[in-house]
């Protein structure tokens, strides 16, 4: 009886250890995305504050005139969110329908004209 006991934690033990390397594995995951994404957030927000400093040096633009417009760009898509939502276009090849948030089209593989440091803008 103590063997068919032992045979049954061993497997439970088992579980448990395969069940703990597959979390592992999945936060290792998160934590790299998490890092690209704050590589990409931190990259967005050098553009934003260089397109800033020159708006605001080169043609006289006003914090309030870059808060009207953000807000305007907000309502774009019906909601004050503080939200950008991902625009579409039609691909010039396929005539298909895709996101901006790709740099070719998904369909045919025909690249979007004139990239953008912003995707998904």
């Known amino acids: 009886m103590s063997f ?4 049954a ?3 439970r033990i088992g579980d448990v250890s395969s069940k703990a390397s597959t979390a592992r594995t999945q936060a290792q995951t998160a934590q790299e995305q998490a890092e690209q ?7 967005l ?3 934003s504050a260089a397109m800033w400093s020159l708006l605001r ?3 006289g633009v006003t914090e309030a005139e870059l808060i009207e417009r953000m ?3 907000d ?3 019906g909601k004050a969110d503080g939200k950008m939502s991902a625009r579409v276009l039609e691909c010039a090849a396929c005539k298909r329908t895709m996101s901006t948030r790709f740099r070719r089209c998904v ?4 690249p979007i004209a004139g990239g953008s440091p912003f995707p998904g803008v």
């Open 9 to 11: 934690q061993d497997k």
């Open 45 to 47: 927000q050098l553009a």
């Open 37 to 43: 994404l704050e590589s990409r957030l931190e990259a």
């Open 107 to 110: 369909y045919c593989g025909t």
């Open 4 to 7: 068919l006991w032992d045979m």
């Open 75 to 77: 309502l774009l898509d």
């Open 71 to 73: 807000r305007q760009i």
């Open 57 to 59: 040096d080169r043609l």
